[in-house]
């Protein structure tokens, strides 16, 4: 019997064996990988067989941390700290008087577009905004695997609003039918109450879900928090017993031995953001401190408005240039940050299925041509650098297929689900909508 897909003759990349790459061959099967092996794989043994010769083959990656609704103010944060973009753009109260239900849903999928076409397969999407059933929806008709995060507030900009336990119970089966993670949205470090977090994390074990809070993310925030509880957030919520498993703390840049710690002891996964901290000045985070405890580190592109772009291959380069300034030359390795970007991304939400490429794992795969003089010379063997490669050379531009489970999402660059073009439209006339609102 053929299989379904055959990559054949590629560079096969992935943490299962330590990231030691040697010339091999992937097949799928539904939405499986069914076979990994050396060398390459007859035309006859396909139903679709694709000459995967001058490409790297690696395991899809994981954005950790994302805001959709963002993609449509892309730039408009430009050369402002978070801080200031509060008090700048307060007045307008834009995120709700300059943008609609139908503006988010289509903000929301041209960025699971972006990812797609620059190689991610998986991506939480921390929603502002919850659109009910569309939220669930516009992921999926994108082709993107993910996670979901429904807020515990009816309204984040209100505190002490909150969305009935019934809703969040029905929100979760409906990412369940559609394959998607459900997962807590929780408070701001500005709004911490002794008994709501732990009211929170209680719910979320309740509903079995995860659970993922902005975490120590800038100095203000933190300075809050110690005015208020004499204390810094992490110990905080350890304190109350609110660190637990199934959660995810998003940037986590302030933080002391003892604190990342509590977080390692606790099966905290810290999911950070290095360049969007970087542009909107909220500091680096000791995230070597974070790797030396065990804590289990991810990697997210955070929202347009801060970052500009959801490529995760920028993210990688970032990351470990930022750690090799700042804390050593060898403090953080490319095969460090691959595990970040992959199968550590899958552990902070639950899922041991995917990450790598191994037979049995979800089909979730990328293709990267690497036939370029960005990437030249490739080398096998004592010399190899082919993780150097993807981790300094590669961008998302260099992503020519995507399977998600088994489906060619992205097949020769190009998103075979949804017509990004108009994406494109539908998002610029709501931008420039919000862009004429602000003057």
């Known amino acids: 019997m053929a299989f379904d897909f055959v990559l054949s003759g590629g560079i096969i990349l992935s943490a299962h064996n330590g990231y030691e790459p040697f010339i091999g061959s992937v097949a799928v099967e539904g939405e499986r990988i069914a076979l ?21 083959i690696l395991p899809g990656l994981v954005n950790a941390h994302c805001h959709g609704d963002m993609t449509l103010a892309r730039g408009l944060g430009d050369d402002l700290t978070l801080l200031e973009q509060i008090q700048r753009f307060s007045d307008t109260n834009w995120f709700y008087s300059l943008i609609s239900d139908d503006d988010r849903f289509y903000s929301r999928q041209l960025t699971y577009a972006e990812a797609l076409l620059s190689g991610t397969t998986f991506l939480c999407e921390n929603m502002y905004w919850s659109l009910g059933a569309r939220s669930v929806a516009a992921m999926a008709q994108t082709g993107i695997q993910g996670a979901l995060c429904e807020d515990v507030r009816a309204d984040f900009s209100k505190p002490g609003t909150f969305v009935g336990d019934d809703w969040l119970k029905a929100f979760a089966d409906l990412c369940r039918i559609e394959g998607l993670v459900p997962v807590l949205g929780s408070i701001s470090e500005e709004d911490f109450d002794s008994a709501l977090v732990r009211q929170i994390a209680e719910k979320a074990k309740t509903l079995g879900v995860p659970e993922t809070r902005h975490l120590a993310e800038n100095d203000w925030r933190v300075e809050m928090v110690k005015e208020k509880f004499g204390t810094t957030p992490i110990r905080f919520l350890h304190a109350e017993g609110a660190l637990h498993p199934g959660m995810i703390g998003s940037h986590a840049v302030y933080a002391d031995e003892a604190e990342a710690e509590l977080l390692a002891q606790n099966g905290v996964s810290v999911a950070n953001t290095p360049l969007c901290e970087c542009k909107i000045a909220d500091g680096i985070a000791p995230i070597p401190m974070y790797l030396r405890h065990g804590v289990n580190v991810c990697l997210g592109t955070d929202g347009a408005m801060w ?46 299925d995917a990450g790598t490429l191994e037979a049995g794992q979800r089909a979730n795969i990328i293709l990267l041509d690497a036939a370029n ?67």
């Not at 993780?387 to 190009?414: K, L």
């Open 307 to 352: 970052n500009n772009s959801s490529d995760l291959f920028r993210e990688m380069k970032g990351m470990a240039l930022l750690h090799a300034a700042t804390s050593g030359i060898r403090a953080i390795t490319a095969r460090d940050v691959l595990n970040m970007a992959t199968v550590n991304g899958y552990r902070a939400f639950g899922i041991s």
């Open 36 to 56: 990994v092996k050396p060398g390459t794989i007859a035309h006859a043994e396909a139903k679709h067989w694709i000459d995967a010769a001058g490409k790297i």
């Open 373 to 439: 003089a960005h990437m030249a010379p490739l080398r096998l063997g004592k010399y190899e650098n082919i993780a150097s490669a993807v981790v300094y050379c590669a961008t998302g531009r260099d992503v020519t297929d995507v399977f998600v489970s088994g489906r060619h999402v992205v097949e020769r660059g190009q998103l075979t689900t949804l017509d990004v073009s108009k994406l494109i439209s539908r998002v610029t006339e709501a931008s420039n909508k919000i862009a004429e609102g602000l003057e």
